[in-house]
């Protein structure tokens, strides 16, 4: 089978929750199928990346859109009622570029990561369509406004309306629409789509590798709680603020030699300021982050802005590190994985899941125990298999019957 993917994101080096996801479908289904990718990058530099998917994809388009541009044309653009997510994205090269490989091959399956990437697929389409909107991202706009004042509230809020309707319009308009999760799915399901399916996360088990110096200097931390992500996105540098101001002081009380390690690339200016608060370690990137992982005595994910499954938590987990983390992300995973989170919402309920783990060893018996049915449950490998399915289970009537259409639609 031939497919067409569309990403908002180039998907290498994938050390991001959305692109890692993209990068681990791409060598899925490349596997199986032939693959042509077209993205964006945001810089020359990010473009680099392309050398990389070139091994296991058939073609590589990338877009070079440096994020001033990006912003630059959403604003202008605001009063055509669009959502500023999808105008950030539009781009007339992108769209020839793909309007060319239309015209001039023959897909089987258009394949679209990201509501963004919608806007390049002419309508209706010359092959079967499948959309991965990943989160229902509406919704985490409709959080972000929950947590700011007038008038940045009222932009956010309005992003996630425009951008709850484009969303909705768009699984109605592709033949079947992925998310990552079942809650993801009651959000964009109903309202005439004819399918949204949830093809879950997974994680790649790795061992820690770092040097004999960075296992001292870990060891020299101990004992610690650990945050793990990206730390300029909002929801990770909200986390980690409501920890360290709220949650931190209440565990210090009882244990005052704990630790909060907040390890990941691209800290802000905000995040970077906890380390004034004592007992806290801003560590920015790392060598290693499996060392940090493993030396963990509890990993937590307290988000008040959520939405899909968090990556972090699933690391932890097949680390065999205990997790605590607030209801909303906790939603996102099931099975025998669910069994092991400490869910706990109100600061002292999240201090005291924290304190009943490092004080009761049978948690870290009971996270160890669990690793190796977890590290293939929760295997990319296996969590893409659905994905798989549903590719494979476009029959060649409807494959066909879409690819009569395709030189009249892109000439037209």
Not at 211 to 223: A, I, T
Request: charged share 20%.
């Amino acid at each position: 089978m031939k497919i067409l993917y569309l990403a908002h994101r180039i998907p290498y080096p994938p050390n991001k929750g959305e692109k890692t996801r993209c990068f681990h479908q791409l060598q899925y289904l490349s596997a199986r199928h032939s693959i042509d990718l077209f993205c964006f990058a945001d810089s020359g530099h990010e473009a680099e990346g392309k050398q990389a998917l070139e091994q296991f994809c058939r073609k590589v388009h990338v877009k070079t859109l440096p994020p001033r541009n990006g912003f630059a044309r959403a604003a202008g653009n605001a009063w055509k009622g669009l959502p500023a997510s999808i105008l950030y994205y539009r781009s007339q090269e992108m769209q020839n570029a793909v309007r060319r490989a239309l015209s001039t091959e023959s897909y089987d399956l258009i394949f679209v990561y990201c509501s963004s990437m919608a806007q390049f697929v002419p309508h209706p389409a010359p092959a079967v369509t499948m959309i991965d909107f990943v989160d229902a991202d509406s919704s985490k706009w409709k959080q972000y406004a929950s947590r700011t004042v007038f008038p940045v509230s009222w932009f956010y809020a309005r992003e996630g309306a425009l951008l709850a309707r484009y969303e909705k319009q768009v699984a109605k308009d592709f033949d079947v629409s992925i998310v990552a999760t079942m809650q993801e799915s009651l959000e964009l399901g109903g309202g005439g789509c004819s399918s949204v399916e949830v093809v879950e996360n997974g994680v790649t088990p790795a061992e820690t590798q770092g040097s004999q110096d960075l296992r001292d200097e870990v060891r020299k931390l101990q004992p610690y709680v650990l945050f793990v992500g990206t730390m300029n996105y909002r929801p990770n540098a909200d986390a980690v603020t409501y920890f360290s101001e709220t949650i931190l002081p209440l565990l210090r009380r009882t244990h005052p030699e704990l630790r909060f390690l907040i390890v990941g690339r691209n800290p802000t200016a905000q995040v970077q300021k906890l380390a004034r608060i004592p007992g806290i370690v801003v560590t920015g990137a790392v060598p290693d982050v499996h060392e940090y992982i493993a030396g963990a005595a509890v990993a937590v994910a307290p988000f008040r802005i959520a939405q899909g499954v968090q990556n972090k938590v699933l690391e932890a987990l097949v680390a065999g590190v205990p997790v605590v983390l607030t209801s909303r992300p906790a939603r996102a995973i099931g099975g025998t994985a669910a069994e092991l989170l400490l869910v706990a919402d109100t600061p002292e309920e999240f201090a005291a899941a924290v304190r009943s783990v490092l004080e009761n060893p049978e948690f870290r018996r009971r996270s160890k125990a669990a690793v190796p049915s977890l590290r293939e449950s929760l295997s990319w490998g296996t969590r893409l298999q659905r994905l798989g399915t549903l590719v494979e289970s476009l029959t060649s009537s409807t494959l066909g019957a879409r690819q009569g259409l395709a030189r009249e639609i892109v000439v037209g």
